[in-house]
């Protein structure tokens, strides 16, 4: 209760003092336009008012200014007495929407009044009104409209009125703002009645309305796909095809009306559609349409699509196809060309392509293709039967047309003649250019020298990456043509040979050809860059050839670059036909690194870094050094071995001394012969045979003293070979001579010269030494400890065959006992009568 008590006085006194403030809350100025809603572009006037209560002019001059959002603007005062009224005029406003305000100079600047104006267009008349009847579940009828082009910045309402004339029944439908579609339920329209539908646009500037249309809701259906049921022949028609054909199930209702078709139609092997559908008008779903005037043979694809009167028509139905009746060909074959002589076996190898030319048809799906050298063709003379477009065989040289006929299962068609031209060594073609038209097409560009015996051109192309020949196509021109668009699936990136033939009279010339590309990219790899030799500062750098499928276009250059570590980076240039370059002047003593870049006109792409060095000797270095070694080393052997020859006898001398052979000694025949007659006293039965390798006979001198006839004791250098050769004995005490190996033999020396008669002393029979290898073996037939043969006139001293007891010789001993013990000696007895 007391709270109740409370709020009521709060609100008693909040009444009074609004009641009691009333008049502060004025505002001190009135502004008035001529209208707050104006057309973009158009004048503005205003006028402002102060009042006379106005607690910021009492007693104070007045000065009114006019703004416009934050820019001033000038006014034209109307003078009184107050200077409290002004007015504003506004030529031209282009703001969609604006403040307006009155203000009283003051410190600082008092606004007193002010107003909202909002600039815009009036609506235009919607554009492109249309409606369409769904006839699915459910059924509604739709429209649309564009607002127009101009904006008109303005709030604008659209409504949508219907009037059905069979009831006089009206309908109004509001928008909400920005839409522009409609749909209206199946409860506001009639399907087979006339309706007057139209659209109003309004704003604060004005209306429009859209142009109204009448129409039937069922005729504005646009109905669902139609169904083809299937695609017959006509029994014995020609080029004609039957189709059978209804509505959607859930438009089925409508059978038995009449509806507008249209149908197309377009070969199974084409990949575009017939210029122009065939309409068929007023036909019922219940009837099948026959389409004629088609080719023979030919599988043709069909669709459909209907509309009921003037409606909108449908969707393209699924395609299903149909064969039409065949007929023999028609019509001839385009044909070129090749032949080349094999002059030893006096035959012609022919390269035969066709194609079908404009006027041929093969009025049937199997066709196949007979060459054959008589006109009417039959398995005699039949060349070669394929259903292709290609065909090689040989001919006689002397050959000189053929015939190229189409055959299916209703006939055949007139045969085609096909000269026969033979090849020449001439042309007349040069500067054969290919530029990509556009993905699907090359343009061949050639220049031609003037003959008079040139009748053509044939332009012919084939991929390069395919091995069939059937691939190839051609194409002829006349001789006055010098460029020719080829047309085709040409793929991107991949590559094709195209050729250009001149044709004579006579003949087919040489041609030119060019490797082309519609489209063409950075290759896809890089081939590995191989080190071939290296010599001095140079290295040669090799690579294997790019594989055709891996170029992805036509190649510029090769360029390889090369660094070392304290150098700049070096570009070679190499020629795309030799697939070598050589680095020159490379520095010995740093290693390098190389990298090749492959470039297309469709882009570039590096390939793997090598690394190499430069060795400061290098293998062809080498083998010059090794080389001159040798020639300089065989010339010395060679100078070696003459100059042995031309010295044999010296160099055998001095590396070789000469040493008896006792098995071919001259003594073996002498004491052979000289033993046949003599008989030693001393011994009566025959001796055996000793053979001395070698005989010396040294003229003594003969002195009158002891001690000069003693031939041991004469001077040293008359004797030295001897002295040396008994002191170096081995069988003497003390024995310290060079040749450890000797093996030592006997010598003997008489005491009388040679031509004297034979001495009554005995001969003096000394051990020497021998360094011939064969006497080793022979060592142990030796005797073991030889002696001199003492005499009278020798003393003891003079003894140096080893240390045997019995060496000084006893007086009045048997010489033959002597003889015995020495063989060597014994083969050298003498009597007086050989001496004599």
Same mark, same amino acid.
């Given at each position: ?312 028509? !449908?969707?393209? #139905? *699924? @395609?299903?196809? $149909?064969?039409?009746? &065949?007929?023999? /060909?028609?019509?001839?074959? =385009? ?112 220049? !031609?020298?003037? #003959? *008079? @015996?040139?009748? $053509?051109?044939?332009? &012919?192309?084939? /991929?390069?990456?395919?091995? =069939? ?368």
């Amino acid at each position: 209760m007391i709270s109740t008590w409370v709020s009521v006085i709060v609100m008693l006194v909040a009444f009074v003092n609004g009641a009691r403030n009333e008049d502060d809350i004025q505002p001190c100025a009135e502004v008035q336009t001529s209208s707050s809603v104006v057309p973009l572009g158009s004048p503005v006037t205003a006028t402002c008012v102060i009042r006379d209560g106005c607690h910021l002019v009492i007693r104070q001059a007045v000065h009114i200014e006019w703004r416009l959002g934050h820019h001033s603007l000038p006014s034209s005062q109307v003078a009184n007495e107050s200077g409290r009224f002004s007015e504003v005029v506004i030529p031209s406003f282009n703001h969609t929407r604006e403040f307006l305000t009155c203000c009283v100079q003051a410190s600082p600047v008092q606004v007193v009044g002010g107003v909202e104006i909002r600039a815009g267009y009036p609506p235009e008349a919607p554009q492109n009104f249309s409606c369409q009847t769904n006839l699915t579940t459910p059924e509604t009828l739709t429209c649309s409209w564009d607002p127009g082009q101009q904006e008109t910045h303005l709030h604008t309402m659209y409504t949508l009125h219907i009037k059905i004339w069979d009831s006089n029944e009206n309908h109004t439908y509001e928008l909400l703002p920005g839409v522009h579609r409609y749909t209206i339920p199946r409860s506001g329209f009639v399907l087979f009645s006339n309706m007057e539908i139209y659209v109003k646009a309004v704003n604060e500037l004005g209306e429009a309305a859209s142009a109204p249309i009448i129409l039937e809701p069922v005729s504005a259906a646009k109905f669902d796909p139609p169904t083809i049921l299937k695609v017959q022949v006509v029994p014995k028609k020609y080029g004609c095809l039957k189709l059978s054909w209804s509505l959607s199930q859930q438009q089925a209702w409508m059978r038995d009306y009449r509806f507008n078709l249209e149908v197309q139609l377009k070969t199974a092997d084409s990949s575009q559609r017939s210029e122009q559908p065939i309409l068929v008008s007023h036909v019922r779903p219940t009837r099948s349409v026959d389409q004629c005037r088609l080719l023979h043979g030919t599988q043709y694809l069909v669709q459909i699509r209907v509309r009921y009167q003037q409606g909108p028509w !449908s969707e393209w #139905s *699924s @395609s299903r196809s $149909g064969v039409t009746l &065949e007929s023999a /060909p028609t019509g001839r074959l =385009d044909s070129w060309m090749k032949a080349s002589g094999d002059h030893m076996h006096k035959q012609l190898n022919i390269h035969l392509f066709w194609k079908p030319s404009k006027q041929f048809r093969a009025n049937a799906q199997n066709v196949s293709y007979i060459v054959s050298v008589k006109r009417l063709p039959g398995e005699k003379g039949k060349l070669c039967s394929t259903k292709g477009n290609y065909c090689t065989f040989k001919l006689p040289w002397k050959a000189k047309k053929v015939y190229l006929s189409a055959i299916n299962a209703a006939g055949k068609s007139h045969p085609t003649e096909v000269r026969i031209y033979l090849p020449k060594a001439s042309s007349v073609i040069s500067d054969v250019t290919v530029l990509p038209h556009d993905d699907r097409s090359l343009l061949v560009q050639w220049r !031609s020298l003037v #003959s *008079s @015996s040139l009748t $053509g051109f044939v332009v &012919e192309w084939r /991929p390069l990456l395919e091995t =069939d020949l059937t691939l190839t196509q051609f194409e002829i021109t006349d001789r006055n043509q010098t460029q020719f668009l080829t047309t085709g699936s040409f793929e991107p990136y991949k590559p094709y040979g195209i050729s250009v033939y001149p044709r004579f009279k006579d003949g087919i010339g040489l041609p030119q050809t060019v490797n082309a590309y519609s489209r063409q990219k950075a290759p896809s790899m890089v081939p590995k860059i191989q080190i071939k030799k290296i010599w001095q500062s140079h290295i040669e750098l090799t690579w294997n050839e790019m594989p055709l499928d891996q170029r992805n276009g036509i190649i510029q250059n090769y360029k390889i670059f090369y660094w070392d570590k304290k150098g700049p980076i070096k570009v070679v240039n190499a020629d795309p036909e030799e697939r070598r370059v050589v680095l020159k002047d490379l520095n010995t003593v740093s290693p390098y690194e190389a990298f090749m870049m492959v470039s297309t006109f469709g882009g570039s792409l590096n390939g793997s870094t090598i690394h190499f060095e430069i060795e400061p000797f290098d293998v062809v270095a080498v083998v010059m050094i090794v080389t001159v070694s040798g020639v300089g080393l065989s010339l010395l052997i060679i100078f070696i071995v003459l100059a042995c020859f031309s010295n044999q006898q010296r160099l055998k001398g001095q590396f070789w001394p000469a040493v008896p052979d006792p098995a071919n000694s001259s003594i073996k025949r002498w004491t052979s012969e000289s033993t046949q007659d003599s008989h030693l006293s001393w011994d009566n039965e025959e001796p055996d045979p000793m053979y001395l390798s070698h005989l010396s006979f040294l003229d003594l001198p003969v002195k009158r003293s002891k001690e000069d006839d003693d031939p041991w004791l004469s001077n040293a250098e008359d004797t030295s070979d001897l002295g040396e050769s008994i002191c170096g004995s081995p069988f003497i005490r003390g024995y310290s001579g060079s040749n450890s190996d000797s093996v030592p033999y006997a010598t003997v020396i008489f005491s009388s010269p040679c031509n004297s008669p034979t001495p009554k002393e005995a001969h003096v029979y000394l051990r020497s030494e021998s360094t011939q290898p064969l006497l080793e073996t022979e060592e142990s037939f030796s005797p073991k400890c030889y002696h001199n043969m003492a005499n009278d006139r020798m003393p003891s001293e003079q003894c140096f065959f080893g240390p045997s007891h019995d060496c000084v010789p006893e007086k009045g001993a048997d010489p033959g006992i002597l003889w015995d013990d020495f063989p060597f000696l014994r083969a050298l007895a003498l009597n007086d009568t050989q001496n004599d």
